[in-house]
């Protein structure tokens, strides 16, 4: 180490200023369950969070979430609002929507900007009318990738450690084998140095692996695998520098720099965490150097990108995955291993940091049948945001990575992060500036026929709630209704200009989801990986009694589909019809001879039928038609008699009964001068039984028995989640996420069965 600085994280903290100022932040997404059915609700709770510190941000105060199906479609586009870095609702799967899986986005105008190199990372989901079809798919879907591995085109690539080999260096070469979609493939083979075998091939985990190899002038190298496929080695370098990970544990990251001769080179070593700069280290290296970063430069648990440069130029990057440990513990107890259908139950939840103390955080928990669990898009809130988030490209089973379960978790993440190669980024001085897309409120704009000789307009806004507020525009017409606003004033924001007639007042409001949709087309997508395996979904058909049976599909048919309105346009709907907005009027035609024979007559109506004429039997205009009153239609022959007076005979006397039109809140919206614009989805209430639903004959066949998207626990990190069983006899599954908000973040599962009596 004599030949080397390390230069303090105090000091640096000055140098990473400017990239600071250019972080943005990530949006991660947690269904309440991960396979939904056509026609029922599902639940969501979002975190909005520092790409950089993982700490929750409050930069953006609006979620813009959509649901895409497999082939682009948007089938949801809906608002909502972030408070403190957090988001929780409602979506209703509808009941046309197509099975397939479905990718769940959300975007804020500080996760979303003009740089179009940011990936999209969606959360998928699974559709399906019923979720014993999963069966079916599943079988099918094991099927199909038994064929692809036969049949489909196989991948085997090389990854020297650092980026390159170098003539007489003693270097990692890491592998990994694939194919299909990406999916990993077992394999073996040969490392041959002119044709004789220097080092075996062996998969460590999920098709990837790693040997040694100390490259000579003159030779040639090639891997042959078991089923005789023949690969190159990339090129070999005739000299340069290379970096090496020696050591990587609880108290510092030890490198080893390696020069291919003797000469003495000048290098710096740069290390960021998330873009944060973290260490630098200079020195000399003649031959071989070690290096040694200490933990504490790395202040939190993530990727850290370690490059090496000589003089301004990178020739070699290392990813070195620091603190594993740093993350919030769960306990997750129930008061019961196995329940009867309708029991209550509850579970005791615990958090602590690493270690050991109690934490106050807050806690997402949903409980769930767990046939509703989509393995092929599984990922939790520790692979989201310090794996996937972190790297290009499509991680597989990232959920992995972070079960203590698996002892060779962190060597498994280790080969991952060396089979993404050097990224050889194009290094700049400072970062390209990119500008937000998105706004956190509504912005509008209202203009004008005539020129207004006032500074500032006046627009009325209401909600269908019937809360109303003012707001001013800006000089030039511009106006923006602001996310408080919004959140007092749930569902669509109604909008009428309180300008005269004369000014012919037209109000118009930028887009968001169709900024979303044309800037997210040039951007990578990558998502998480996973085989589907065939499942057991558990009972479904279920049984409250002898006398009730739940029936798997009912189906009812309307003969005419209804114009849904929400309560403001309802009225509105009501007003027109009550009104008349046609030219039809009604008069009373009475009989004088026969009192009772009293008509109420339809006029302008059908083509061809002439208005009642003007006589003493007419008590002339009386108002516009009823609809769903019954009104008589005629067609009157009119001539003249011999004294030179009008007379008519009635003839072709329809009955009919007057309709109900029916207009689209566009045309309303017209009629009556408004506009309307999208606010934030309104806030439902997840159902939970009460004692006199739990003793109710009516089947009760939920497979979600809890959503809570905000628990938070007491000083001494505990909270207790109430539960009720459904009559549904299966395997219930938990899912317990927490964040403490400052950066630290944990993830939990439990279960147990419900049971018949």
Request: hydrophobic fraction near 35%.
């Amino acid at each position: 180490m004599k030949h080397c600085r390390i230069i303090s994280a105090l000091l640096l903290a000055l140098l990473a200023m400017s990239a600071i100022a250019q972080t943005q932040d990530f949006v991660y997404i947690l269904p309440s369950k991960e396979i939904a059915e056509t026609g029922e609700d599902l639940w969501f709770k979002a975190y909005l969070m520092d790409r950089q510190t993982f700490a929750l941000s409050d930069r953006s105060q609006t979620l813009y979430l959509q649901i895409r199906t497999a082939t682009d479609s948007v089938v949801w586009s809906e608002k909502y609002p972030l408070l403190g870095g957090c988001a929780d609702g409602h979506i209703y799967v509808g009941d046309k929507w197509p099975q397939g899986e479905y990718l769940i986005e959300g975007y804020t105008r500080s996760s979303f900007t003009t740089d179009t190199a940011q990936a999209l990372h969606p959360r998928r989901i699974r559709v399906v009318e019923r979720v014993a079809q999963m069966d079916a798919i599943s079988a099918k879907a094991v099927r199909d990738d038994s064929i692809q591995k036969r049949t489909a085109t196989h991948r085997f690539n090389l990854f020297p450690e650092g980026g390159n080999l170098i003539y007489g260096v003693n270097s990692v070469v890491a592998f990994k084998a694939t194919y299909s979609n990406g999916f990993p493939e077992d394999v073996t083979g040969k490392v041959l140095e002119d044709g004789r075998e220097i080092a075996e091939i062996q998969c460590q985990h999920d098709g990837m692996g790693q040997f040694m190899v100390t490259p000579q002038q003159g030779k040639e190298y090639k891997v042959v695998l078991s089923d005789g496929q023949a690969v190159p080695f990339p090129k070999i370098e005739s000299n340069g520098l290379s970096l090496k990970l020696v050591r990587n544990n609880p108290f510092g990251i030890t490198l080893l720099v390696s020069a291919s001769d003797s000469v003495a080179h000048p290098f710096k070593i740069v290390a960021k965490l998330n873009g944060m700069l973290c260490s630098e280290a200079e020195g000399m290296v003649r031959g071989q150097q070690f290096v040694r970063l200490p933990k504490a430069l790395f202040p939190i648990q993530g990727i850290a990108e370690i490059t090496l440069l000589e003089g301004d130029r990178p020739v070699a990057e290392r990813l070195v995955y620091v603190n594993p440990d740093a993350r919030l513990n769960i306990t997750a107890t129930t008061n019961d291993e196995r329940y009867f259908r309708r029991d209550t139950g509850t579970v005791r939840l615990q958090v602590t940091d690493s270690a050991g103390r109690p934490i106050q955080a807050e806690l997402a928990v949903s409980i769930f049948d767990k046939a509703y669990l989509y393995q092929p898009g599984h990922e939790n809130i520790l692979s989201h945001s310090y794996l996937s988030e972190q790297i290009r490209g499509n991680v597989f089973n990232p959920t992995y990575y972070f079960d203590t379960q698996n002892d060779d978790r962190l060597q498994a993440l280790d080969l991952l992060l060396l089979t993404q190669g050097w990224r050889r980024y194009v290094w700049e001085s400072e970062p390209t500036p990119s500008r937000p897309l998105l706004t956190d409120g509504v912005s509008g704009m209202q203009i004008t026929k005539r020129d207004i000789n006032c500074k500032t307009q006046v627009i009325k806004t209401f909600s269908p709630n019937g809360d109303t507020c003012l707001i001013l525009t800006d000089s030039l017409g511009g106006f923006e209704i602001d996310p408080e606003l919004m959140q007092k004033m749930p569902g669509n924001i109604y909008l009428k200009s309180l300008l005269t007639n004369k000014y012919k007042a037209k109000l118009l409001f930028a887009s968001p989801f169709d900024t979303i949709n044309a800037y997210r087309l040039d951007r990578p997508q990558y998502l998480s990986q996973n085989h589907i395996f065939e499942s057991d979904n558990g009972e479904q058909i279920v049984f409250s009694d002898d006398k009730v049976i739940l029936l798997e599909d009912v189906v009812v048919k309307a003969k005419r589909r209804s114009v849904y309105h929400d309560k403001v346009t309802g009225y509105l709907d009501s007003l027109a019809n009550v009104e008349g907005m046609g030219t039809e009027w009604v008069c009373i035609h009475i009989n004088r001879d026969d009192i009772t024979d009293t008509m109420f007559i339809l006029n302008d109506y059908y083509s061809g039928f002439t208005a009642h004429p003007e006589s003493n039997y007419c008590e002339g205009k009386i108002g516009k038609p009823i609809p769903g009153k019954e009104y008589t239609v005629l067609k009157v022959h009119t001539y003249i008699d011999d004294v030179g007076r009008e007379c008519g005979v009635f003839y072709n006397m329809i009955q009919i009964v007057y309709p109900k039109r029916t207009y689209t809140d566009e045309q309303l919206l017209r009629m009556y001068g408004l506009s309307r614009a999208q606010g934030y989805n309104p806030k439902r209430e997840f159902y939970e039984p009460d004692s006199f639903d739990r003793s109710s004959p009516s089947p009760d066949p939920r497979n979600l028995l809890q959503w809570r998207p905000a628990v938070f626990t007491n000083e001494n990190g505990v909270a207790e989640i109430p539960f009720t069983a459904s009559d549904v006899n299966t395997e219930f599954i938990g899912i317990v996420e927490a964040i403490d908000g400052t950066g630290q973040m944990g993830c939990q599962t439990f279960s147990f069965r419900v049971l018949k009596k």
